[in-house]
Structures are given as C-alpha cells and as structure tokens.
C-alpha cells in the first residue's frame, strides 16, 4: 500500500513541478517583447483549455454524441464501408469523360 501511496506521491510532486516551471516560464515570457507575451499567453491557454478534456468544450468523454461517433469509429464495418466509397468514387472518376460531346 505504501508503494502506491509513494507512486501518487510521487505523481502529484512531479505534477507541481511541471506547473511551477510552467508558470515560471510565463512570468518570464511577460519581460519579452509582443510576440514573446502573446505565445505565452496563448500557450498557457492552450494547456488549461486541454486539462478538462472535452472537445470543442461541449463533448464531454461521457456524452452521448461523443461517445456514440467513438463507438461507430471502431465498428468494423465503418472502415470498409468508408474504404468501398472511395473505391466507388475512384470508379466513376475513371468513367467520367468531360470532353467527350454531348450527342455521343
């Protein structure tokens, strides 16, 4: 048990870690010039936005959109159905003649 306890420890020390240098880098990207602000700014953004895991920030992972687009993905009839219209459309290209007249 105390393995575990050492290895959430262990995880929750590292995860401070990485937001003390994180913030440390965005307090020192705040002396840069516009652009060096500005990505900082941005990228502090960008990781806080991904924390909570929800696309588009209205998916949640237990949603039911979400989790019925998960679930038609790895049907195993969506690939071949998605691979057999690509065929199909590859088909009809090669048949198409555009300058080929109209009365013929």
Same mark, same amino acid.
């Given at each position: 048990?105390?393995?575990?306890?050492? &290895?959430?420890?262990?995880?929750?020390?590292?995860?401070?870690?990485?937001?003390?240098?994180?913030?440390?880098? /965005?307090?020192?990207?705040?002396?840069?010039? #516009? #652009?060096?602000?500005?990505?900082? *700014? *941005?990228?502090?953004?960008? #990781?806080?936005?991904? &924390?909570?895991?929800?696309?588009?920030? +209205?998916?949640?992972?237990?949603?039911?959109?979400?989790?019925?687009?998960?679930? *038609?993905?790895? $049907?195993? $009839?969506?690939?071949? +159905?998605? &691979?057999?219209? +690509?065929?199909?459309?590859?088909?009809? &290209?090669? *048949? /198409?003649?555009?300058?080929?007249?109209?009365?013929?």
């Amino acid at each position: 048990m105390s393995y575990a306890m050492s &290895l959430d420890a262990r995880a929750e020390r590292r995860d401070r870690l990485a937001a003390a240098v994180r913030e440390a880098e /965005y307090a020192k990207a705040q002396r840069g010039n #516009f #652009f060096v602000r500005n990505y900082a *700014l *941005l990228s502090k953004w960008w #990781f806080e936005a991904n &924390l909570n895991n929800v696309s588009l920030y +209205i998916f949640s992972p237990s949603g039911g959109v979400r989790r019925n687009a998960k679930r *038609l993905c790895e $049907w195993i $009839w969506f690939e071949r +159905i998605i &691979l057999g219209t +690509i065929i199909a459309n590859c088909a009809t &290209l090669a *048949l /198409y003649k555009p300058l080929e007249g109209r009365d013929s």
